[in-house]
């Protein structure tokens, strides 16, 4: 029996980047993993990468988070394929950096309905699953940018801002059901999400620096509840 043989965990944007290295971890632990993103493309690919060192524990759908019916799909797939949820990771995100008064509305829906109501979606429809089977873990990954404000952000600040507000809530709305609520605000962090990794970008935080996180989360007694973990880069460059 390996740590995690007996989870089934859903990682939204599962397919690059903080999500892929979760997906990654909680696989190698022996839990069974349903990744998902928009591109059914981007989800043929990684699954490409990953099937074959992990059989039968692995699977993928696309789905867009901030489409009701999508996510409903995506539980649905994921139950009947793994028969129960015991981990959900919020990771999908989108960014648009834009001040506001050239930030197209199209562009504000895209933020506030990926990044926090595809959350909203997502815990909707995976709560009453965990209730059935005795409880389990949700995890939002956030930002920093979630309580520091900064020019062009927003959009992407308000998401974030909202995101830690409804983790707090739910947290305490789902406790007593065995459902433990944890949000994760990363600092810098080297992946694809709104610009492309460079070697100058080495002091920043590894994808799997906040998979990592993800993965001590899960293990912590639960006795206790780390509800919210800021991560940040050591040594960011002086100014």
Same mark, same amino acid.
């Given at each position: 029996?390996?740590?995690?043989?007996?989870?089934?965990? @859903?990682?939204?944007?599962? $397919?690059?980047? *903080?999500?892929?290295? $979760?997906?990654?971890?909680?696989?190698?632990?022996?839990?069974?993993?349903?990744?998902?993103?928009?591109?059914?493309?981007?989800?043929?690919?990684?699954?490409?990468? *990953?099937?074959?060192?992990?059989?039968?524990? *692995?699977?993928?759908?696309?789905?867009?988070?901030? &489409?009701?019916?999508?996510?409903?799909? +995506?539980?649905?797939? %994921?139950?009947?394929?793994?028969?129960?949820?015991? %981990?959900?990771?919020?990771?999908?995100? /989108?960014?648009?950096?834009?001040?506001?008064?050239?930030? $197209?509305? &199209?562009?504000?829906?895209?933020?506030?309905? %990926?990044? +926090?109501?595809? /959350?909203?979606?997502?815990?909707?429809?995976?709560?009453?699953?965990?209730?059935?089977?005795?409880?389990?873990? @949700?995890?939002? *990954?956030?930002?920093?940018?979630?309580?520091?404000?900064?020019?062009?952000? $927003?959009?992407?600040?308000?998401?974030?801002?909202?995101?830690?507000?409804?983790?707090?809530?739910?947290? &305490?709305? /789902?406790?007593?059901?065995?459902?433990?609520?944890?949000?994760?605000?990363?600092?810098?962090?080297? %992946?694809?999400?709104?610009?492309?990794? =460079?070697?100058?970008?080495?002091?920043? #935080? =590894?994808?799997?620096?906040?998979? &990592?996180?993800?993965?001590? #989360? #899960?293990?912590?007694?639960?006795?206790? #509840?780390?509800?919210?973990?800021? @991560?940040?880069?050591?040594?960011?460059?002086?100014?």
């Amino acid at each position: 029996m390996t740590p995690f043989s007996d989870q089934v965990a @859903i990682v939204t944007g599962g $397919t690059k980047g *903080i999500g892929r290295a $979760t997906a990654e971890q909680l696989l190698e632990l022996g839990a069974k993993v349903v990744i998902c993103a928009r591109s059914e493309a981007g989800v043929s690919r990684a699954l490409m990468g *990953i099937e074959a060192l992990y059989p039968g524990k *692995i699977a993928g759908i696309s789905c867009d988070v901030s &489409q009701y019916e999508q996510v409903v799909r +995506l539980v649905k797939f %994921t139950v009947d394929r793994f028969g129960k949820i015991t %981990t959900l990771i919020n990771n999908a995100g /989108v960014g648009h950096f834009v001040n506001v008064s050239e930030m $197209t509305p &199209q562009q504000w829906r895209e933020v506030i309905d %990926t990044n +926090l109501t595809g /959350v909203f979606y997502c815990c909707h429809e995976v709560i009453p699953h965990m209730k059935k089977t005795g409880g389990g873990y @949700i995890i939002n *990954i956030s930002s920093l940018a979630g309580k520091n404000p900064f020019k062009g952000g $927003t959009a992407y600040n308000a998401s974030k801002f909202g995101l830690n507000g409804f983790s707090e809530a739910m947290m &305490q709305d /789902v406790r007593y059901d065995n459902i433990r609520v944890s949000y994760i605000m990363p600092g810098s962090v080297d %992946t694809e999400f709104g610009h492309n990794p =460079s070697p100058g970008s080495s002091w920043k #935080l =590894s994808a799997g620096d906040v998979a &990592q996180v993800v993965v001590d #989360l #899960l293990k912590h007694d639960p006795r206790s #509840l780390p509800s919210c973990v800021e @991560i940040r880069p050591s040594k960011p460059p002086k100014k």
